[in-house]
Every structure is written in C-alpha cells, then in structure tokens.
C-alpha cells in the first residue's frame, strides 16, 4: 500500500461516524498505482464490511456513461449532435422540434418535468411500464423551463430522452447498448442495472440519518418501487458498480479506445469555470481542471473525480442519502495528502447592493420554494427551504437550507457548514440591470417568484 494510502486510512476512517454515514468505499489512481479502501459496513442489520468490490447505487454518475455511447454513436455518424430528436418519436409525442440531443445531454433542453419524481409512487403503481420509451408520456408535453440552449437546468427527463433516442437508433434495449459499448470494452464485470444481478453479491444497503443524527436503514423510501430504480432512470441514475470498476472505466475513458470529445465544453453551467461536456461536469478541483460527476439516490451518495494533469482518478462512493458531507470531506483529505496545501476557494462577504438583489423566494417547482434572507453575520445570507406538502401517493425531496451563504466567485454563493467548512455552491443568474432572476439549486434552475 502506497504511504498515502495509510495516511488516508487514518483521517477518513473517523468520517464515518461524525457525518451518519454506516460505509465508505474509496478508489484511487495515481499513475500506475491504485489503491482501495473500505470503511464501515454494508448494512446496519446485516453488517459485511465494505471493500473495494462493494455494490452501490452511483447514482448520476450513471449519465457519464450515456455521454460515451452518445459519443460513439456520434463518431459513428449514427447520430448527429446538433440534429432535432423529434423526428425519431412519433408525430403525437410532443417533443419540442428545437431540442436536439446535444440540448439533452447537456442539461440545457428546458425540459424540466422533475415532477416524475414526486408523481413515480403513483405512475409505478400495479407493475406499470416503466421503460425508458414509456417514460415519455408522463412529461414531454410539459412547458419548457426556457428556449431549448438559452440556458442551463439539471434535467433527468431530458436525459430519458436521450436514452430513448438511443434506443430508437440502436434497435436495442438501453441495458444491452450499455452493455456492449461501455461495460464490456472497459472491463466493468462487477457493474449491473438490476436488482437480480447482484442479489448473490456484497452490497450496500441504503441509510439515511434519525432525529437524532444516527444512522438508520432506509427500506421502500424513495420514488422508485423498492430498492431498484425505474427502467427509465437507469441511465440518469440507476447504474450499480463498484470502486474496482470505476477506477477501470475512469481508465477507459482517458484511452483512445474511447470517443473524442467527451470532455469538449458543449455547454456552460452558469458561473464562469463551471462546463458540461457529455453529461461530465468540467470545473477544477483542488485548483485543478478536472472532470467529474457526482450521484444522489436515495440511500446514497457518490463522486468521480479525474484530473489529468496529476494523472490521477478517484472515487468516493457511500450508502447514505446524507453521504455528500463526508463525500466533500474525504474529497478535501484526499487532496491534501496528495498535494499538500490546497487553497480554499476565493469566498468574501456579500455586498450591501448584491445582498439586496439577491433576497427573495425562488421556484423550485414540485420540490417548494427557497427564500434567501439577511443572514446573522454581515455580509451573509440565510436560505431558508419552504416545502410543497405532499400527498399520501407522492414523494418529497428535501431542499437545502443553509444559516450562512457567502459569496463564492463571479455570480455564485456558498454555503458554510457551522465550523466554516465549504458546503454547495449556489450560483445565481445576475441580468445586465443587476436584478437577480434566479438561483440554481442543485444545478437546477429556481426562477424568482413575481412580488
């Protein structure tokens, strides 16, 4: 084991039970070395300890892997980036004629729809369809959050779409295209769509944190039926791999086996610095460039993290809904064991002038609203979240409130966790007259409600 591979076992192993998180699997690649690390267990009730061939849900980190198909399929000349994806769907589906698939993989159709989450407990109701075609009928016909590429919104749907384009142009089911263009080449043996094909295999289990801030098991909790999540989520989210293969597909992706232009700036995702390419997120960490994709389930938190010019990847997967914490914390330890100091980023007090454009309440659809107000310290703000009741046949997904905002860079803010430590980035969209239009909450646009 490499000498930094011990001192990462010291400072993560006590993560673990300060941020309610029951296990941790961690992959990293620097160079010709590769190391894995397990901490804590699979499941509170049935306890296995997590090692490096551990199963979790990744989440959104699932996206970067349609990114490579649509990549191959592109140079193929299969299909073509900046073509319309209507014509692939009947005439009576309802996609806009603008949308093309370089708007849907890059978060910036204006699709929205994140409606499908709190409605799933009822349209998953009695074994209903829910393939990745059938999931087109619950949303296309929805208004767009914008003019398809006028802007950037977080979108699940749209990247149903794209997935369902794949599968129009493929003549295959969007598990056996996955299979075949990106498990098999990048000797991902241990990575699975479905519940029955690791039932016989060491994995987490999903938790979340009591009321009293400890961990406990989560069953039947989220939008999905049971542990595994809907056909149609499979590509946005529902991809189960290990820190093995993901170091492998962190690999893969780098060689010249795979497409060019994955990492290409397609789209801006706000602030300046912060890119998408296909479906990967291009910003710097650690004051480096980098390349990655984080992942939230219900049950779980994840992060893929490459940065070429250490020639290093890593991985960070958790089976906690509150495991984004520790993800950001192990993140920090990684970088300082590796780099030494590493400067925080350039935060400062709000101004007086931005402080007032900025107080308000702001849309965040079916999920409620947030309202940003004057914070206790000067040169702060309070976010506070308000959310939408739900009904007994939907699901709620909690907003992020936050006691002290300060600012981060050009049109964005931070939060700050209650010892100062860096918590999410809350960018906001600044008009050419200074009004604030908009927050992006989780990478998805809030509009300002009208007074």
């Known amino acids: 084991m490499p000498d930094y591979a011990m001192t990462l076992n010291r400072q993560i192993a006590p993560i673990l039970e300060r941020r309610c998180v029951p296990g941790i699997a961690v992959g990293i690649m620097r160079g010709t070395d590769t190391t894995f690390l397990g901490f804590g267990v699979t499941n509170l009730e049935h306890a296995l300890p997590v090692d490096g061939d551990t199963i979790f849900q990744v989440g959104s980190i699932s996206k970067t892997l349609l990114g490579l198909i649509i990549g191959r399929l592109a140079e193929q000349g299969r299909v073509a980036l900046d073509a319309p994806v209507a014509p692939y769907f009947p005439a009576d ?107 016989t295999r060491r994995v987490a289990a999903p938790h979340g944190c009591d009321k009293h801030g400890r961990p ?55 602030p300046i610095g912060r890119d998408i390419g296909l479906a990967w997120w291009l910003e710097d960490v650690a004051g480096r460039p980098a390349m990655l994709h984080d992942g939230l389930t219900i049950g779980y938190a994840s992060r893929l993290v490459l940065i ?52 308000g309440t702001y849309d965040c659809g079916f999920y409620g609203t947030v309202t940003l107000t004057p914070g206790a310290r000067t040169g702060e703000l309070r976010m506070t979240a308000n959310p939408v009741p739900a009904g007994s046949d939907q699901f709620t997904i909690e907003l992020p409130s936050a006691d002290r905002l300060v600012g981060c860079g050009e049109d964005s803010l931070i939060m700050l966790e209650p010892h100062g430590e860096e918590g999410s980035r809350v960018p906001f969209v600044r008009e050419a007259d200074g009004t604030v239009s908009a927050l992006r909450i989780g990478e998805r646009i809030a509009h300002r409600e009208l007074v």
């Open 93 to 199: 589906t309802g996609i806009d004629e603008q949308i093309t698939l370089r708007h849907l993989i890059t978060h910036t159709s204006g699709i929205d729809a994140q409606n499908m989450i709190a409605d799933a407990p009822r349209i998953l109701l009695h074994h209903a369809d829910d393939s990745i075609q059938a999931s087109l009928r619950h949303f296309v016909r929805r208004p767009l959050l914008f003019a398809p590429g006028t802007d950037y919104s977080y979108s699940g749907p749209g990247i149903m779409v794209a997935a369902a384009v794949v599968e129009k142009v493929t003549g295959r089911p969007y598990a056996d295209v996955l299979q075949e263009e990106v498990l098999d080449p990048a000797g991902m043996t241990n990575t699975f769509t479905t519940a029955d094909q690791v039932m």
């Open 216 to 270: 406990v098991l989560l069953t039947d909790q989220g939008w999905q039926r049971h542990w595994q999540l809907p056909g149609w989520d499979v590509p946005g989210g529902g991809v189960l791999s290990t820190v093995h293969d993901l170091i492998r597909y962190a690999t893969y992706v780098r060689s010249a086996a795979a497409p060019a232009g994955l990492f290409a700036v397609q789209a801006h995702r706000g």
């Open 308 to 359: 070429p010019s250490e020639d290093l990847a890593f991985v960070i997967l958790t089976n906690s809904l509150q495991g984004g914490a520790a993800v950001k914390e192990i993140e920090r330890v990684i970088a300082r064991t590796l780099f030494g100091d590493v400067p925080n980023r350039a935060t400062g007090p709000v101004d007086d002038t931005l402080g007032t454009a900025l107080l």
